[in-house]
């Protein structure tokens, strides 16, 4: 199956946070499973460096060269059909990154691992 790994999923399966259910631990790491991080993530993580939220103790490339492609996560990019979809969500989640990242898991039909609950108000499956 392929997941969409909401960016704080990412986060703390990255740094073996116990905020990860279990679930969503077993589902990442299941060897059956592809896993995805859109880019938006990682320009999620950059601002949020940038204004002093998140610490991530190294730069981005190293964090994608480490994290991401060390742990076989593929980098979902934005495509225009992506794009489609976001213009037709409805406004339950008011964040833009959020409401990205939906609309690539509701556009590729991939289940997004995330403890978000305002996810729950569009049609996508949720793994948590």
């Given at each position: 199956m392929k997941?969409?790994?909401?960016?704080?999923?990412?986060l703390w399966f990255i740094e073996g946070n116990q905020n990860l259910s279990l679930t969503a631990k077993n589902a990442i790491e299941s060897p059956t499973n592809q896993?995805?991080?859109?880019?938006?993530?990682?320009w999620e993580i950059a601002i949020k460096v940038s204004i002093g939220k998140l610490e991530i103790g190294m730069t981005l490339t190293e964090l994608v060269n480490r994290e991401v492609y060390g742990n076989a996560i593929e980098m979902l990019e934005i495509q225009s059909?992506?794009?489609d979809t976001l213009a037709g969500l409805p406004?339950?989640?008011?964040?833009?990154?959020?409401?990205?990242i939906l609309s690539q898991g509701l556009t590729e039909k991939m289940p997004i691992v995330t403890k978000d609950g305002l996810f729950a108000n569009y049609p996508?499956?949720?793994?948590?």
């Open positions: 997941l969409l790994l909401d960016t704080h999923a990412f896993r995805y991080l859109s880019i938006a993530s990682l059909h992506h794009l406004f339950h989640h008011k964040d833009p990154f959020d409401r990205l996508v499956t949720l793994i948590w």
